[in-house]
């Protein structure tokens, strides 16, 4: 029932932006925390960002180092959406890019629930 779709990848040149999306459908997961993964050729699956909504108006963010301001992490509840803002992108942030989602307790780094199916996202040097 719970679906998570990933849009937005593509290849972009070192420096240059992406912006991905996340829709979930089935479920209203505004309680729920909201991530983003990402898995590189011959790596392990690795965490890059997520969003727990502590109350109403009130979130805290985290962010993998190898990213921390390049990328921000955003969410719309009304939309049943999160977003990941990619700024000043390296090669090695090519991978396919995951969203998912948890319920908020615990680590944002592990124990998601749902998971989407993943977009690509090729950075050229």
């Known amino acids: 029932q719970v679906q998570l779709v990933e849009s937005g990848g593509g290849l972009v040149q070192a420096g240059g932006s992406l912006r991905l999306s996340c829709a979930a459908s089935?479920?209203?997961?505004?309680?729920?925390?909201m991530g983003w993964f990402r898995q590189a050729p011959g790596k392990e699956r690795e965490f890059v960002a997520a969003i727990r909504w502590i109350r109403w108006s009130t979130e805290n963010t985290y962010y993998a180092d190898s990213v921390k301001g390049r990328f921000t992490i955003s969410r719309d509840n009304g939309k049943n959406s999160w977003y990941l803002q990619m700024n000043s992108l390296k090669p090695e942030d090519t991978a396919v890019y995951y969203c998912?989602?948890?319920?908020?307790?615990?680590?944002?780094?592990?124990?998601?629930?749902?998971w989407g199916q993943g977009t690509q996202v090729t950075v050229s040097s």
């Open positions: 998912a989602a948890k319920r908020s307790f615990g680590t944002v780094e592990g124990g998601y629930d749902y």
């Open positions: 089935g479920r209203t997961l505004s309680d729920y925390d």
